[in-house]
């Protein structure tokens, strides 16, 4: 999975924030933090991670069918897309 592939996430990850109780004003920073990342960043913030103050970072762990994303802190698994 390509870096920009996983950019155009953002709404899965908006949504799992919201799922988790996160505060408007987290998701409003979260996605500040997510849209200033620069081209080619390789250390994108895990969302969960992110509203409870810690640095998880996403990492691709989907397959040919299937586009998941795993943070490398908390474990949690984002799907994000199916091919």
Not at 4 to 33: C, D, W
Not at 38 to 65: H, I, K, V
Request: proline share 8%; aromatic share 10%.
């Amino acid at each position: 999975m390509e870096y920009e592939q996983i950019r155009q996430y953002l709404p899965h990850f908006v949504y799992e924030l919201m799922k988790s109780g996160a505060t408007p004003a987290t998701i409003n920073s979260f996605r500040g933090r997510w849209n200033t990342l620069p081209p080619g960043a390789s250390e994108l913030p895990c969302p969960l991670c992110y509203a409870t103050g810690r640095q998880g970072l996403l990492q691709p762990a989907g397959n040919d069918s299937t586009a998941i994303v795993r943070c490398a802190r908390c474990r949690k698994e984002f799907v994000v897309g199916r091919h």
